[in-house]
């Protein structure tokens, strides 16, 4: 098992309508969680933290379940200007040098 | 948050030759990070660059291929040594957050494509 694994889709989808995307991680004994956004050509950006009771920032929710060892995160009312490359992020451990991230999930949002 | 700037922001290599990738953050900073991402792959970290002290390199990069400068806590070198098409690829330097919120801050990237 890979330790940070995403569907690459890509996921198109149309305005307004609502995607979820999962990701599965390996170790479990990981111990902090994030998405990013990669636009085309572009760094990554911190999109948010995950935690475990789980948490929203506006049409983002995140979700964490440890016991099946996999993060969502969903996008409801979706923009054109989500359209990017969402990678998700484990740390096995405290520091920076663990962090692992997946290869990304592309979202095609269409008018 | 950090503002990090990386140049050059693309380029075209011969094999066989060098290329140095600065970064320059607009705070200090203790560590820095280099990560590269091939096409197609996930970020992969190469090393961590600390401020007086040799970069530690992860698992399969080593300091002849990479050698990484750190001569203050506002920059830091990357370069990519004897290069192959192997080594075509987007290169990242990144710093943490100040606020210890394990948030990671990168700068544009160089897009490199030896030949």
């Known amino acids: 098992r890979k330790e940070v694994e995403q569907d690459p889709g890509p996921f198109n989808v149309p305005e307004g309508a609502t995607v979820a995307f999962n990701c599965t991680y390996s170790?479990?004994?990981?111990?902090?969680f994030f998405w990013y956004r990669q636009d085309c050509r572009k760094e990554p950006k911190l999109l948010m933290s995950?935690?475990?009771s789980g948490n929203e920032d506006g049409r983002f929710t995140a979700q964490l379940n440890r016991a099946s060892q996999y993060i969502s995160l969903l996008i409801r009312d979706s923009k054109l200007s989500d359209s990017a490359t969402y990678l998700c992020v484990v740390n096995k451990d405290s520091g920076y040098s663990t962090l692992t991230f997946g290869k990304g999930t592309m979202l095609l949002v269409s008018p | 948050s950090a503002v990090i700037s990386q140049k050059p922001s693309r380029d075209i290599c011969q094999r066989g030759t060098s290329l140095t990738i600065q970064c320059q953050v607009d705070s200090q900073v203790t560590m820095m990070f280099w990560y590269r991402q091939q096409p197609g792959q996930s970020l992969t970290l190469i090393a961590t660059?600390?401020?007086?002290?040799?970069?530690?390199?992860e698992s399969g990069f080593v300091i002849d291929k990479f050698p990484i400068s750190r001569p203050n806590l506002t920059f830091s070198t990357l370069t990519v040594s004897n290069m192959s098409p192997e080594d075509s690829s987007i290169y990242l330097c990144?710093?943490?957050?100040?606020?210890?919120?394990?948030?990671?801050?990168f700068g544009s990237g160089t897009q490199l494509s030896v030949l």
């Open positions: 170790n479990s004994a990981s111990q902090s």
């Open positions: 660059a600390n401020q007086g002290s040799e970069a530690t390199y």
């Open positions: 995950v935690y475990s």
């Open positions: 990144s710093v943490e957050d100040q606020g210890g919120r394990e948030k990671l801050f």
